[in-house]
């Protein structure tokens, strides 16, 4: 009874990704019949998709974006946690807490914008800023993967004659796989959502067809980036969200 | 005194020592501040050890003798106290000094020229957070560590509200534009007053539909989750068709402003970021009462509506109270996307600044933002503390 239960969930989960990843394809690829929907919802325009770029670019774009910073925040992230775990490092650790929090306070796209006169506008910006804010989510689980072994388990690897960095590799690191991999996921789903914010800088994305459509006052390009983004987000958030967020405490 | 405090106090010396160090190398810095001929010019960087005239090295002495401090044998509160000290002042007289640059700056190269705080002082700022950090954590928590650790923005607050840096850019930037900062400031704070506040009110009731009917808990926190998902601009974007139709089909609508873009989505938009935390917090703080308390209750005779608004609610009031200082952090520093809608807001400063590039319009945005949701994070943690102690008295 109880294993048929999981089974129907697992089978609902799939079929939600399922549908949403057929959507997200046909609204990037199809061009023509999007713009039929899109003549449908905004009956009231003369021009229903974005001229600047077609929606397979700024998909790529809005992924490349996403990747990128994930990428960079979770080496940079892994790095911090690992350092904040060393002997030295130790004493760092609720100092990388205390900012984790402090971090929240600053929007993140004050951060894209206040980057502008150093970087540009374009891509940079963006993906600096997601990295920033992405590396101490994963800092953070690394610390808390790790420190989550039980010392028994510490103690043994030691017993049985395990250098430090041969316990860390074989032992601490796939005990707190989960954990680290959790904070690396919550990070993805983040990027690729704030990723839409990157049109402010002008660095691409699905944001540019809803700033575009909010300038000319035109519903269709506001969801045609509306659209394929918010079909993106969820698609990245269940295909990486294996428990449901509220149970993750 | 217990064996793992004593290896904290020892452990926070080697982070006051690095917050001692970064404040020097922050010191030392090409960016220091940034000088422009006019407000949007890409600028040149100065350290502050070279803009600050004799006055740099009272500033590497205040991080000399915190790293020294942190290296003594000290007891830990006159340790605690000096270090905390030193490092507040060192930010604060950097500030007071660039604001003394600024206005000889602005004497010899115009009134168009600009002064603005570079890379080189919010890292000699950060040096400051580290080093705080480790030197309060030598003192009891209490009036004197708060009285530290929040000095140095008292000290900031006084600077600019006596004048001393009215030529810095930031403040220029204010000059120029004073009045639409009230009104903006004010907007603001109505948006996140108002988004709190409907976020709250479902938040509540959500939160005790999920743990009254467990049945109902996937489906209320699985449509939570997916609200929680969408991109901002997404979710206005997607609001904007319907709002736009409701307010031509509904003139009571439209004459309260509700259109595509303005107050309206925004509001929504917020509102329905700040239900999460607030229902989740909600939820686990009713779940995780002891059953036994709320037996008694039953057991003396009260109502179910009494043994919510008298024993189950006021239990779990600092669980709720957590959930809403996240929800008011984040509306804070979400409210900013009205600026890009229409809606005014503190975010009309950052947007504007940056399509102009005007670094020191988008921190007359960010920096109130940023002041704003520290305030309301750290006032409802202390409302937090207090309200457990007293539950709890030791």
Partial sequence: MRARSVDRQALTRWLGIAALAAATAWMTFDARGFERLLRVLAPGETSWLYPTKPLTTLMAEQIWLAAAASALATAAGFALGALALTRFGIAFRDLVLSAGSLAQTVPTVALMALLVPLTGYGPEPVIIALTLYGILPIALNVISGIESVPPDVRDAATGIGMRRWQRVIRVELPLAWPVIVGGIKNVVVINVSAATLGAVVAAGGLGMPILAGFHDYNDAYILQGALPSIALALLADRLLTVRPRWERG | ?394
């Fill in chain 2, 1 to 394: 005194m217990s064996r793992t405090e004593a290896s904290l106090h020892e452990r926070a010396r080697a982070v006051a020592v690095s917050g001692a160090v970064l404040g020097i190398v922050a010191a030392l810095a090409p960016f220091g501040l940034v000088l422009r001929q006019t407000r949007i010019d890409r600028g040149a960087g100065v350290s502050l050890v070279d803009a600050l005239g004799a006055w740099w090295w009272a500033i590497v002495a205040c991080w000399l003798l915190v790293a020294l401090l942190a290296r003594s044998r000290l007891p830990l509160r006159p340790r605690g106290v000096a270090a905390s000290l030193l490092s507040g002042l060192a930010p604060v007289l950097a500030l007071w000094q660039a604001g003394v640059f600024a206005a000889a700056y602005a004497t010899k190269a115009g009134d168009l020229s600009r002064v603005s705080l570079g890379p080189g002082f919010w890292l000699t700022a950060a040096a400051a957070y580290v080093a705080v950090f480790a030197a309060t954590a030598w003192l009891e928590p209490g009036l004197l560590r708060a009285a530290l650790s929040y000095g140095p923005f008292a000290g900031a607050g006084a600077l600019v509200a006596g004048g001393a840096l009215s030529d810095l850019g930031i403040l220029k930037e204010y000059a120029n534009n004073a009045d639409a900062f009230g009104k903006q400031f004010a907007l603001h704070l109505g948006y996140v007053g108002a988004s709190v506040a409907v976020g709250l009110a479902l938040g509540l009731a959500l939160g005790l539909l999920a743990a009254r009917r467990p049945a109902s808990e996937p489906a209320v926190f699985g449509a939570l989750n997916v609200l929680q998902v969408l991109p901002t601009l997404a979710f206005i974007g997607l609001l904007y068709p319907v709002l736009t139709r409701l307010s031509e089909r509904a003139p009571v609508l439209a004459s309260l402003g509700v259109r595509g873009v303005g107050w309206a989505p925004v509001v929504i938009v917020l509102a329905a970021y700040a239900v999460y935390p607030i229902a989740r917090n909600t939820h686990a703080a009713l779940t995780s009462l002891d059953p036994a308390v709320i037996d008694a209750a039953r057991g003396i005779g009260m109502a179910p509506v009494q043994v919510l608004a008298r024993v189950e609610l006021p239990l779990a009031t600092p669980v709720i109270l957590a959930g809403l200082r996240v929800a008011l952090v984040q509306t804070t520093a979400g409210a900013i996307i009205a600026g890009l809608v229409g809606g005014g807001g503190l975010g009309t400063f950052v947007f504007l600044g940056a399509s102009e590039t005007a670094s020191d319009l988008m921190l007359l945005g960010v920096v109130p933002i940023v002041a704003l949701a520290l305030t309301f994070d750290r006032g409802l943690s202390g409302i937090e503390t207090a309200l457990t102690r007293w539950k709890e008295p030791a």
